[in-house]
């Protein structure tokens, strides 16, 4: 009798357990994911992976689609590459797709993901963007800072002009770094950038370790080990980096610098017992303070430089092209004066200049990483909640059905219609800063700097390469899409006065 219980009891107990599993392999069927190539177990896509990522989803979605999965071991990625899917993800479902998965690194570099790109959406997000927006990014703000960008460009010009006496080549990226650099230095605490280049080698570090995809991310359960050292190599630039910003605002505590910048405004809400009800309820800390300080000076400075570079490349590619814009500044600026902002508004061919620089070579080309904050459906599609969303923007922005030769580098195809290509990220073919809610808080000062910067640097000089040398447009794949090759070129004084200079 006993037997036969224990049987019965064994029997359903082994029906039962089929019978959840059945259940749970026809529900898993039934989540009817975004197609993608076959996975292999544990390992998913990994064995696919190649180099520049942004060319090779581009190449794999013309196989499998706009909307895409790929399994990155244990993580779950989505890919979009047309600017339908995109706009259903970015405005249709902007709220839901507003958050991001926070990858291991950044939790160290970024004050545990606290800042401006990485935070949650939510409250003290909102609050930190309104403080930028406000305070840093607004119309009035812009008007008051431009006497630095002025000098800083004026100053780049000089050394510019110095190299060319002396028969000097200029590396053009590492010139733009560094008047981004130090403008950006002195709209937050009054100082030029100290020790520029050993900035330029740590965020070189930092965007490096970006570069490569980290285990810790791919499997959380090797987090603790960090098996591939990114972790540490990343914490060093941190250390270094914070250590920086403490004595910065040490230095402004104890008053021993003063000014009236964003250092100044961030620290006074610092001190404020309780913030004002318009502020959301926040109290600003000062590991906030520096969380802001590092998104600024970071993302101002690379991604500035890296534009800069892309256009003076494809300008020396294309010498009717930039013939065409030196007559324009030619003639709205005049050679017996230098560029001014004011001027900008007269340079619709150097406007048209820098948006197809960033057609062609988006900063981000996949942007920043976005994930839903609940599994939802699009176009009949499941996304799960936490997926990693890459929006490959550097494939859209090519596409041949709305741009003709979409390779060729071509500004006049934005003097048609400027005003519809704009950077607000309402048209989805055209999105290289984003679009809703995390688009890009810097636009103003990223646009306004690159066109000052470039307009200057056609106006002042005519510009070569070493004989028999050609332009290396090969790109290197990192959180920022720089040339793999820096660009090296010769610069002849083109202004009617040395003094100018």
Not at 104 to 111: E, G, I, K, L, T
Not at 219 to 231: A, I, K, N
Not at 345 to 369: C, F, N, Q, W
Request: hydrophobic share 40%; aromatic share 10%; charged share 25%.
């Amino acid at each position: 009798m006993d037997m036969s219980s224990n049987g019965i009891w064994y029997y359903c107990g082994t029906g039962a357990l089929a019978l959840i599993i059945a259940v749970f392999i026809v529900k898993r069927r039934n989540v009817r994911l975004p197609p993608g190539p076959f996975a292999l177990p544990l390992l998913g896509h990994l064995h696919l992976l190649q180099p520049n990522l942004h060319e090779w989803l581009s190449t794999l979605s013309n196989k499998y689609g706009p909307l895409m999965t790929l399994k990155f071991g244990m993580k779950t990625s989505i890919v979009v590459s047309s600017s339908a899917m995109a706009k259903e993800i970015l405005k249709d479902n902007d709220q839901t797709f507003a958050n991001r998965v926070v990858p291991v690194v950044a939790r160290c570099f970024a004050y545990d993901g606290s800042d401006i790109l990485w935070s949650p959406y939510g409250p003290k997000w909102r609050f930190l963007r309104k403080i930028c927006a406000k305070e840093l990014f607004s119309a009035k703000s812009m008007e008051t800072l431009h006497p630095l960008r002025r000098e800083e460009v004026h100053r780049t010009i000089g050394d510019i002009y110095r190299d060319s006496v002396n028969g000097i080549s200029v590396d053009v990226g590492a010139k733009a770094f560094a008047t981004s650099f130090n403008l950006i230095t002195n709209m937050m605490w009054s100082k030029n950038g100290e020790r520029v280049l050993e900035f330029k080698d740590l965020m070189a570090e930092e965007l490096d370790v970006w570069s490569i995809p980290n285990l810790s991310d791919l499997f959380p359960f090797l987090e603790r080990l960090d098996v591939q050292g990114l972790y540490r190599r990343m914490q060093k630039v941190f250390v270094k980096l914070d250590g920086l910003f403490d004595r910065i605002i040490q230095e402004r505590v104890k008053g021993e610098s003063e000014g009236n910048d964003f250092l100044q405004l961030l620290l006074h809400l610092v001190n404020r017992a309780v913030v004002e009800e318009d502020d959301m309820g926040f109290q600003l800390t000062l590991r906030d303070v520096k969380a802001l300080i590092l998104d600024m000076v970071s993302g101002s400075t690379e991604t500035t430089s890296s534009t800069v570079e892309w256009a003076m490349a494809e300008l020396l590619q294309n010498p009717e092209i930039m013939k065409r814009a030196q007559e324009e500044l030619k003639q709205a600026v005049g050679l017996d004066h230098r560029v001014e902002e004011s001027h900008l508004s007269r340079l619709p061919y150097m406007d048209a200049i820098v948006k197809e620089t960033l057609r062609l070579h988006p900063t981000v080309p996949l942007l920043v990483p976005h994930s839903p904050d609940k599994t939802c459906q699009i176009s009949g599609y499941v996304i799960p909640k936490g997926a990693e969303i890459m929006i490959n923007v550097w494939k859209i922005q090519r596409n041949p059905e709305v741009w003709k030769n979409p390779l060729v580098f071509d500004p006049e195809r934005f003097m048609q219609d400027p005003h519809k290509w704009e950077y607000n990220g309402r048209e989805f073919d055209y999105i290289p800063f984003g679009s809703g809610r995390r688009i890009c808080a810097g636009i103003s000062m990223a646009t306004r700097m690159v066109h000052y910067t470039l307009a200057s640097l056609l106006h002042s000089f005519d510009w070569s390469l070493q004989s028999g040398e050609k332009v290396d447009m090969s790109e290197k794949f990192g959180f920022v899409m720089h040339k793999a090759v820096p660009l090296v070129a010769i610069p002849k004084p083109r202004l009617s006065q040395a003094q100018l200079y």
